[in-house]
């Protein structure tokens, strides 16, 4: 299992011979050294070394990234993500995984006491990103361009089978008369479901095949890819109650809306971009050589982040 994170994980082994480098003779003069500038704020030698504490499993520049980001983050979504939001989210998703949680977060390097920072840093994270969508990606353009492609909600039997052979007789059966039609709702009521463009649990092959059935007609056999396990499932459809969205593209502007944000959430060009600008923004410098590509991975956005 692993926890949503949003963040561009930073492609680098661990750098725990940074750490040796770093500290020297361990004095107070080396605790003090800077590692990281930025506007306001600094992180310091002992400031790495009381996260490696907290995150002992952790990859010395995934601590930098992350200290850097609480930062500035905090800065301007501090307000937002509050003690309170974090300790709801976090008891949303101890409940969610009941006594698997404990496993799951030693499978991520975390423990109880560390998830809750853990979860603030990506809700900042989160709220960064949130904010840049909101403010910059609901243009007109963009929100014509979710409009061509979105259909509104569905009323559909869903059914799966696992071998096309399998498929093909179901849907022969179905199709027979209406004794077949009735037996296999009957059989399949629990996949009955409500769905539009947006969904994540209907596949897009199964999506598009959908859309174009009226009430009570059938789907061919459909078959679809998982693009985690590639395996190929093969899918009937029947239509209960479909839907035309009409010319009114306003009606539709929260859905589109979701379309867009879900979207940009998935682009990895878009999502380093904005995390680029705050670095900019807050003239955050690398002032350690050891850690001189921290964050090399937004220098193609951001010519202002240096290495001194």
């Known amino acids: 299992m692993k926890f949503k994170k949003l963040s561009l994980a930073i492609a680098t082994v661990f750098a725990g011979a940074a750490l040796v480098t770093l500290s020297g003779c361990s004095n107070n003069d080396s605790a003090s050294k800077d590692i990281i500038t930025m506007k306001g704020d600094t992180i310091r030698v002992s400031d790495l070394y009381n996260e490696a504490k907290e995150f002992p499993s952790q990859p010395t520049n995934?601590?930098?990234?992350?200290?850097?980001?609480?930062?500035?983050?905090?800065?301007?979504?501090?307000?937002?993500?509050?003690?309170?939001?974090?300790?709801?989210?976090?008891?949303?998703?101890?409940?969610?995984?009941?006594?698997?949680?404990?496993s799951a977060l030693q499978q991520q390097g975390l423990t109880e006491a560390s998830f809750t920072p853990y979860m603030r840093t990506q809700m900042l994270e989160q709220a960064a990103i949130d904010h840049d969508i909101k403010t910059t990606q609901y243009t007109k353009a963009n929100l014509e361009a979710a409009w061509k492609t979105y259909h509104p909600d569905v009323t559909a039997y869903v059914v799966s089978e696992t071998s096309k052979d399998a498929a093909t007789?179901?849907?022969?059966?179905?199709?027979?008369?209406?004794?077949?039609?009735?037996?296999?709702?009957?059989?399949?009521?629990?996949?009955?479901?409500?769905?539009?463009?947006?969904?994540?649990?209907?596949?897009?092959?199964?999506?598009?095949?959908?859309?174009?059935?009226?009430n009570g007609e059938f789907s061919d056999v459909i078959e679809a890819s998982d693009a985690s396990t590639g395996s190929t499932s093969y899918y009937i459809v029947e239509m209960v109650k479909t839907s035309d969205k009409g010319t009114d593209m306003n009606k539709y502007k929260?859905?589109?809306?979701?379309?867009?944000?879900?979207?940009?959430?998935?682009?990895?060009?878009?999502?380093?971009?904005?995390?680029?600008?705050?670095?900019?923004?807050?003239?955050?410098?690398v002032k350690e050589t050891a850690f001189s590509n921290l964050f090399s991975q937004f220098t193609q956005t951001s010519s202002s982040l240096s290495s001194n």
């Open 62 to 102: 995934t601590l930098l990234q992350n200290l850097t980001f609480d930062k500035i983050f905090s800065k301007e979504f501090g307000k937002e993500v509050t003690d309170k939001k974090v300790a709801a989210q976090v008891k949303d998703i101890k409940s969610q995984y009941g006594d698997q949680f404990s």
């Open 254 to 285: 929260k859905e589109l809306q979701d379309v867009i944000k879900s979207q940009k959430e998935s682009d990895t060009t878009y999502v380093s971009g904005v995390i680029a600008s705050y670095l900019k923004k807050y003239n955050v410098t």
């Open 169 to 214: 007789k179901a849907l022969a059966a179905a199709k027979k008369d209406d004794a077949g039609k009735a037996s296999f709702e009957k059989t399949n009521a629990s996949s009955k479901i409500t769905f539009n463009s947006t969904s994540t649990t209907v596949p897009a092959e199964v999506q598009t095949a959908a859309f174009k059935l009226k």
